[in-house]
Nanobody, 122 residues
Framework: QVQLEESGGGLVQAGGSLRLSCAVSGRTFTGHGKGWFRQAPGKEREFVAAISGGYTRYTDSVKDRFTISRDDTKDTVYLQMNSLKPEDTAVYYC?????????????????WGQGTQVTVSS
């Protein structure tokens, strides 16, 4: 099985930056898809970013502000978040698929971390 552990969340002012990390362990493969989702109070869990091989994809609201990346030597996936806005406030979850490719739907992922809180104040 695969275990995912997020870290790096916290409280920042609007315009600030955070880098989230997702440590991946267990039986997985670097070429399989990895994603970040977020869920704010009273809202549905939504897609943020994903990576598979050399491909990346972002939801429109974070394009040009967030960057997903992967360091295979450390078995870690990152989400660099710049120019943060209050609307980015949510619990952020790391997820992994058992297959190659990008999926923007939560049901396309098989393993999930426990989440890390990101709060952006104005």
């Amino acid at each position: 099985q695969v275990q995912l552990e997020e870290s790096g969340g916290g409280l920042v002012q609007a315009g600030g930056s955070l880098r989230l990390s997702c440590a991946v362990s267990g039986r997985t493969f670097t070429g399989h898809g990895k994603g970040w989702f977020r869920q704010a109070p009273g809202k549905e869990r939504e897609f943020v970013a994903a990576i598979s091989g050399g491909y990346t994809r972002y939801t429109d609201s974070v394009k040009d502000r967030f960057t997903i990346s992967r360091d295979d030597t450390k078995d870690t996936v990152y989400l660099q978040m710049n120019s943060l806005k209050p609307e980015d406030t949510a619990v952020y979850y790391c997820a992994a698929r058992r297959f190659i490719g990008i999926d923007t739907k939560a049901r396309g992922y098989d393993y999930w971390g426990q989440g890390t809180q990101v709060t952006v104040s104005s």
